[in-house]
């Protein structure tokens, strides 16, 4: 649970970023959430998390 909030933090000040520096728009930036509520519901999302969990542990190896 904490590397899901902690990776979901990190993803929404990227996003804050690149829409500061107006690297994207904010349709782009809808789009990419969007994208992601629909994976989370999806057959994918316990391989996602699992991912995500393999990579937290790999950097935080470091």
Not at 2 to 24: D, E, H, K, N
Not at 29 to 55: D, E
């Given at each position: ?16 970023v ?17 994208l ?6 999806t ?20």
């Amino acid at each position: 649970m904490i590397v899901s909030v902690s990776a979901a933090l990190l993803l929404a000040v990227v996003v804050g970023v690149l829409l500061r520096q107006r690297v994207i728009g904010f349709g782009s930036a809808l789009a990419c959430s969007a994208l992601g509520f629909c994976l989370a519901s999806t057959g994918l999302a316990p391989a996602i998390t699992q991912a995500l969990a393999s990579l937290a542990s790999l950097v935080s190896l470091h």
